[in-house]
């Protein structure tokens, strides 16, 4: 895929990952600048949070068998990176939001406990220091009374709060990259957009770049600089944000829009269909068993990703 | 907080109280006339009555309940005929603290090597490591714990002489002859527990691993042996905590057998001969004791719940 800026800070090439035989991510590129917004999304079992988490490094090889390059500027290709190197970079340049803060936080330790560690052993901070800067990152994150809220235990928070807590966390030695996995999905809707707000704006005035997981192409398309839409572990397209909604070229990117369009219209119906089970997955284009533009190519030969001005497409019949 | 906790200490007490009624029926409920026993083959109906009135037994059941409570919590529980000493001394002074040394070392055996084995077990899930600390783990518990005793004072003890097979040192004296002296009867009596803790903390531990909060902790660089030691390990505290207490009975009974093989002065060889020689005062003694012992240990460990887990504690 296209780079969107001469020099980007994440390109992943040919990402494939298997569990077991499975293969969940399927030969997958995708490239990041600097102080970009990026938003993964497709239906469940795209394939998105797994990217997130493989780019991570938090899959145990024992767990996924990963295939792929993934270049981070100035550290080259994560996936040969030790295990030490990996966790000196988590918490450091990359971060994460989890789906769930309820249960991304550790019950067992409070709120300072676990902000003022990533503190300290990355920034090298004393005791002191560090309980202030948590207090500053708390207060950022709109965290009232932030001094008291140190000594709370999770479970006595809010959701909006434990995820507030949890994009503190993620930004607190100001990463280059924060994934952010479905950030919202556990939360009121009153709260969501309040929690994508804050992501963006705060990553945006660190500079940091931003992968966002979600599977709302509206929300995608609003608050993301650019989409890539997948589907069962293949991208299908991707682009910036309002072209890619304007004028979808996949037949994929279209049905997803149709659904955003139809829950205008109160019909709150997944895409015609599911994705099929892994044993009759299709060998070429994944989408090939739902998709109404196949052709009989197309379930037996995968599409290459081609790039066209800013856009990339992998697809036998565009519209 | 309190208020639970009070809650927990009268519940307590209830069940002390229904181990005291159980005791006090032990000795009511043995055959023989205590009277006659103590008077011999003749006597007269006269001083078979004064006797009866001076050890009270001609009062309703509740008042003897209440002077009998009233002696055993004094320390007056009376003179065991055939070691011709003082109960109270023998059990509670000389015997209890052998049986609590052994269960100790016992238990600190337990947690020191079961819980590394089992974390070892659970981050190496499914390798040949994991499996065989699952067949030490079956091997250890469906071993019968006294021929272990015997086969281990026959390997340590008679044929290399390393350890000694017999005898008490109390560790308060000297610490590291009391050590030497328990490690036999310790590991005899442990093998059982060590095997039942590294099984509860492998599947603990495995399924805390699996929680976002462990990926989370990963996620903010946390190196590997901090997020298994201690934001691991902190998560289960409270089944290893409360699985340690309610096994403790086991461990006392474990210790009779041990104690026997090992020739340990303690509460379960005293138990035994007691029963042997139908000495209810001793038997009321050891039984006493030990359902004590028990109870509040189990106190204790529901007392340390809010302590283990903070979502226990009220807001």
Known sequence: ?????????????????????????????????????????????????????????????????????????????????????????????????????GAALNPCFTVGSQLTSVLRRKLGLGRAAARARAVELLDSVGINDAAARLSAYPHQLSG??????????????????????????????????????????????????????????????????????????????????????????????????????????????PPAGGVPPWEEMPAGCRFASRCPRALPRCAGEKPPLTQEGGRALACWNPE | MLLMALKKVLQTVFVLFIVSVASFSLLKLAPGDPVEIMLGSEYSAEAHAAL?????????????????????????????????????????????????????????????????LGVLSAVKKDTAWDAGAAVFALTGTAFPSFFLGILLIWVFGVKFGLFPVMGFVPPWEDFWGGLYHMILPALTLSTYFIAMIVRLTRATLVEVLAQP????????????????????????????????????????????????????????????????????????????????????????VDLAYPFLDPRLRPR
């Open chain 1, 1 to 101: 895929m296209q780079t969107s800026t001469a020099d980007p800070l994440l390109s992943v090439s040919g990402l494939t990952l298997h569990r077991g035989a499975r293969r969940i991510l399927d030969g997958v590129d995708l490239s990041l600048g600097r102080g970009e917004t990026l938003a993964l999304v497709g239906e469940s079992g795209a394939g998105k949070s797994t990217i997130a988490v493989a780019l991570m490094g938090l899959l145990r090889p024992s767990e996924a068998r990963i295939e792929g390059r993934a270049e981070l500027a100035g550290e080259g290709d994560l996936f040969g990176l030790p295990e030490r190197r990996w966790s000196g970079l988590r918490g450091g340049r990359l971060a994460m939001v989890f789906q769930d803060a």
């Open chain 1, 160 to 269: 909006g709060m434990q995820q507030r807590v949890m994009v503190a966390i993620a930004l607190a030695c100001n990463p280059d990259l924060l994934f952010a996995d479905e950030p919202t999905s556990a939360l009121d809707v009153t709260i969501q957009a309040q929690i994508v707000r804050l992501i963006l704006d705060q990553t945006r005035a660190r500079g940091a770049s931003c992968i966002f997981v979600l599977h709302d192409l509206a929300l995608a398309s609003q608050s993301c600089d650019r989409i890539v839409v997948l589907y069962a572990g293949q991208v299908m397209e991707a682009g910036s944000s309002a072209e890619v909604l304007k004028a979808p070229r996949h037949p994929y990117t279209r049905l997803l829009k149709s659904c955003v369009l139809e829950i205008g219209t109160a019909r709150l119906e």
């Open chain 2, 52 to 116: 009866v009135r001076q050890l009270g037994l001609d009062q309703p059941l509740v008042t003897q309940y209440l002077d009998w409570l009233g002696n055993f919590v004094t320390g007056d529980w009376g003179t065991s005929y055939i070691a011709r000493a003082d109960i109270f001394t023998y059990a509670f002074v000389e015997a209890l603290p052998v049986t609590l040394t052994l269960a100790a070392f016992s238990l600190g055996l337990a947690v020191v090597l079961g819980v590394p």
């Open chain 2, 213 to 300: 909060y462990i990926a989370a902790a990963r996620a903010r660089g946390e190196p590997g042996w901090r997020v298994v030691w201690v934001h691991g390990l902190r998560n289960i505290a409270m089944p290893l905590v409360t699985i340690i207490g309610l096994q403790l009975g086991t461990l006392l009974q474990g210790a009779v057998l041990t104690e026997t093989v090992f020739s340990l002065p303690g509460a379960g060889q005293m138990i035994t001969s007691a029963v042997l020689g139908r000495e209810y005062g001793v038997v009321q003694a050891g039984v006493v004791m030990t359902a004590t012992l028990f109870v509040l240990v189990n106190l204790a």
